[in-house]
């Protein structure tokens, strides 16, 4: 902990901030038990259930009553997601806001673009699920649509 700070790798964020947002969460802890709760929240709101390729995961905690989540693991996992030739970073914390087919205010998860890591703000699935689309949003406001089988696990 640094000052007000707690620190997950490269990663700081305020200590209060923190422990305000994770008021009232159910948590998680180790690989097994983590991946467990992951799983279950994609499943539980819509979202396919590769989207998270996570290793060695320390906790996942969730918030009910605001949709905060947050997931914390050893190190920052790469992963390719061949059927798009995506590759996407997962931080050593990702926390966010889910709910119904969307991850709002997304943090920890970052996209290669070309030569450039831009971060995943926001994922949203097509409201008719018919389609079979995911959206990307990053900060700067650029959407990338993708089809959702593309985030099956084991993708």
Not at 13 to 42: F, N, P, T, W, Y
Request: aromatic share 8%.
């Amino acid at each position: 902990m640094l000052g007000d700070c707690i620190t997950f790798k490269a990663t700081c964020i305020d200590h209060r901030e923190a422990m305000a947002e994770k008021e009232g969460g159910v948590v998680k802890e180790g690989h097994e038990e983590g991946m467990k709760q992951a799983k279950s929240l994609l499943e539980e709101f819509g979202l396919p259930l590769g989207l998270l390729p996570l290793a060695n995961v320390v906790e996942v905690g969730f918030v009910r009553a605001t949709g905060y989540m947050w997931i914390v693991q050893k190190s920052k996992v790469e992963h390719n997601f061949k059927l798009v030739s995506k590759l996407v970073s997962y931080d050593t914390l990702i926390h966010g806001y889910v709910e119904k087919g969307r991850i709002r205010k997304l943090k920890g998860v970052k996209a290669k673009e070309l030569l450039l890591w831009p971060p995943v703000h926001e994922i949203t699935m097509n409201e008719d699920p018919a389609t079979g689309k995911i959206h990307f949003k990053s900060l700067a406001g650029v959407t990338k649509t993708f089809p959702v089988e593309a985030f099956a696990l084991g993708q």
